[in-house]
């Protein structure tokens, strides 16, 4: 009995209360935010969007509960699982376009995107695949099958076409790459390779949306009712806020309708406007909280595998915050990329979440301890 009893402690300390802490207070001040920014649909997008937060914490038990060791067994039938939902989505009459993507599913009044669910699935087969190959990384063999692992999900998320999303996979993957040493001179060589590719890339990749978002970039002022309009509005309800903002629900345009997708890719700005400079240093000191978070979680894993799975998720987090950020206050071009915990959307948050739930499952086997 004593000894079912200090397991049973064991198991308790093994729990992230920290981390799990600072995951629902994100979330719940996401949704706060949500029913500000959301305008006339704000007790809709609440409702979806609590609805998400219960699903995924439900899924974060669930995930937490699976080791992480048994998930990666699974591996091979995950991938092929991901390929297939990302197939399905470009089939028309199955996949549908929004935003100039065939990138959702709409089942009734639910939609979801594939690929959202799909960074879970590629945290886990990657952190297998890099600790299979172990110290061999860098040998020619087992670096081209390392590389079209990512490479068959982006090329696929390419054809939707989804840049915004391949770009997160490919700074997972580079940070994953990172923390099992790959070689330098393969970074340098794929480095090389995509600059030398960017003229190709602009000319039969990018469409014209696309193209007119970079430009903009520079200078927003020049088209300030079509590609710049986004960037003006977000920037001036972003500076609007100063130190301490204008109150919660209190936001020009929550009441002047100016700045499109205020509660989507745009919510950022919202915060800032609302909450002022404050607003906005809280959501960086709490995602960052977060991705610190599972970085050290990572460090201290059991093994390899737990330290790649937390450093994908810190990576897919830390990267879509910064690019969410630096586009609300025209640092980068406008993508469409979530800012994690905030933004409105079932799909993203369940994903954030069940990113969290895998780093607990690694925090919580630092130790195994069987009952």
Not at 137 to 149: D, I, Y
Request: aromatic share 10%; net charge positive; with cysteine.
């Amino acid at each position: 009995m004593l000894e079912k009893t200090r397991k049973f402690r064991d198991a308790i300390k093994n729990i992230d209360f920290t981390l799990i802490a600072l995951t629902v207070l994100t979330a719940v001040f996401g949704i706060v935010m949500i029913s500000s920014a959301g305008g006339d649909g704000a007790v809709r997008y609440v409702i979806v969007q609590s609805a998400a937060l219960v699903l995924g914490l439900i899924g974060v038990v669930i995930i937490s509960i699976l080791d992480y060791d048994y998930l990666a067994r699974l591996s091979k039938y995950i991938y092929a699982a991901c390929i297939i939902l990302l197939v399905l989505v470009l089939i028309p009459g199955l996949g549908r376009v929004q935003n100039g993507a065939r990138s959702w599913f709409v089942l009734g009044p639910v939609s979801f995107q594939p690929a959202e669910l799909v960074k879970i699935g590629f945290v886990i087969t990657f952190s297998k695949h890099l600790s299979e190959v172990g110290s061999g990384l860098n040998e020619p063999k087992n670096m081209w099958k390392v590389a079209l692992h990512p490479a068959a999900l982006c090329i696929l998320m390419l054809i939707q076409p989804d840049f915004g999303t391949v770009v997160v996979f490919v700074m997972m993957a580079l940070a994953m790459l990172f923390m099992a040493k790959i070689s330098w001179k393969y970074l340098a060589g794929a480095f090389g390779a995509l600059l030398a590719a960017c003229p190709l890339i602009w000319i039969f990749l990018l469409k014209q949306y696309q193209k007119d978002r970079i430009i903009t970039l520079f200078n927003p002022e020049n088209d300030p009712t079509g590609s710049g309009y986004h960037v003006i509005q977000s920037k001036i309800a972003a500076g609007s806020g100063k130190l301490t903002g204008m109150g919660l629900y209190n936001g020009s345009s929550r009441y002047n309708n100016l700045l499109p997708e205020r509660h989507t890719d745009f919510i950022y700005s919202v915060i800032c406007e609302e909450l002022g400079m404050i607003g906005g240093v809280a959501v960086i000191v709490l995602l960052s909280a977060i991705i610190i978070r599972c970085l050290y979680i990572g460090l201290n894993a059991r093994n390899s595998e737990g330290l790649y799975i937390c450093t994908g998720v810190a990576a897919m987090l830390a990267f879509q915050a910064f690019e969410n950020i630096g586009m609300c206050i025209g640092l980068f071009p406008v993508t469409g990329i979530t800012l994690p915990f905030f933004s409105y959307g079932g799909s993203s948050l369940v994903t954030n979440l069940l990113a969290v739930g895998l780093v607990l499952n690694v925090r919580y086997r630092y130790k195994k301890i069987n009952f």
